[in-house]
């Protein structure tokens, strides 16, 4: 899914802005960084998934507080929005702060996470430049 696609797809959902942030290649996709994403992985407050289990039949994910919403959605719950890490808005929308993606990046095995290194590490350096 390009830009415009996950856009689409969120808005869909009917989820409150602030009740959610988009997290990994969603948020590479927002930020202009890929061309496009498999799916749309989203993390939730509670609130946001006590809205999707009204909505959609959630089916739990292999692992902790996943779900898969619909067969494009996945989506973990994060709980008490005091502890998420500064998401950014982009395009209207909160994506995930791209130091903790980073960080998740470089503690992954997998081979798709490791290609995003790169793309994510020059993005950081190019935000530190602009702060100069």
Known sequence: MN???????????GLDKNEFYVVSSGALVLRGLLPDAGDLDISVSDEGLAYL???????????DNWYYVTDRVECVCNGDKSKWVEPLLCEGIYVQNINQYYEYLLTSDRDKDKARIP??????????????
Do not use: D, F, M, W
Not at 3 to 13: D, G, H
Not at 123 to 130: F, P, S
């Open 119 to 132: 793309i994510v590490k020059e993005y950081i350096a190019n935000l530190e430049k602009e702060k100069i």
């Open 53 to 63: 289990k009204k909505k959609y039949k959630l089916t739990p994910k292999n692992s």
């Open 3 to 13: 830009k415009a696609e996950l856009i689409e797809l969120i808005n869909s959902l």
